[in-house]
């Protein structure tokens, strides 16, 4: 996350790192926030927190505000997460007793199965590529208190330049008027431009690019 870490100290801090002991709040806030354009929106709320802090804690990197009234995540482009959380898992795996690794292994195995999380992933890997390779991908962005957002965030990256690439994955909702509300917070307000788009894993997703 060396990137995350360049584009924070480039924020002047405008951006600032939530640290761990915050994190598990903060799942809870995203848990609330986004139950309906995620796929896990089934499943129950203690599972979707502990989901977004796992992810939070081993995969994006949370982001606030100086007041703490807005929070954004960032991470590497999905491979480079996947890549680092493999290396952490097999770091672990030794010290782990073997009934639980067996657990962890099926569980893994059901997950990317059901889910079809291996061919989303792939294929939102080629279609990144294509559009926006090497960017830090935006992940979850929302406000404590109304309106402080967008503004945030516009003058986050206006101070930081162009120092890479951001990229941002709009789930299809089935409404399209309120996909192009979405689309237009992020073009007119932030300075993103609609590169494309993708069917990972049989969802619909816009993809937003910032150069």
Do not use: C
Not at 26 to 31: D, I, R, T, W
Not at 79 to 102: G, K, M, N, S
Request: glycine share 8%; hydrophobic share 45%; aromatic share 8%.
């Amino acid at each position: 996350m060396r990137k995350v870490r360049t584009v924070v100290e480039r924020s002047q801090g405008g951006l600032q790192f939530i640290p761990i002991p915050e994190l598990w709040e903060v799942s809870g806030l995203l848990a609330d926030t986004f139950p309906l354009d995620r796929s896990m929106a089934t499943a129950p709320r203690w599972s979707r927190r502990l989901s977004h802090w796992t992810r939070l804690v081993l995969v994006d990197r949370a982001l606030t505000n100086r007041e703490g009234t807005a929070i954004i995540t960032l991470s590497d482009t999905p491979w480079v997460p996947a890549v680092a959380v493999a290396v952490v898992a097999a770091a672990l795996a030794p010290y782990l007793p073997q009934w639980l690794r067996r657990v962890m292994f099926g569980a893994g195995v059901v997950w990317v199965v059901r889910g079809r999380r291996v061919r989303r992933f792939l294929t939102l890997r080629r279609d990144l590529a294509r559009v926006a390779p090497d960017a830090l991908l935006v992940g979850d962005f929302v406000a404590r208190r109304p309106g402080d957002g967008m503004l945030w965030v516009s003058d986050a990256l206006d101070t930081i330049g162009e120092v890479t690439p951001f990229v941002a994955l709009l789930p299809a909702s089935g409404d399209p008027r309120r996909d192009r509300a979405r689309e237009r917070l992020y073009t007119r307000h932030l300075g993103f431009r609609v590169a494309g788009s993708s069917a990972a894993g049989g969802q619909e997703l816009s993809i937003l690019v910032r150069d």
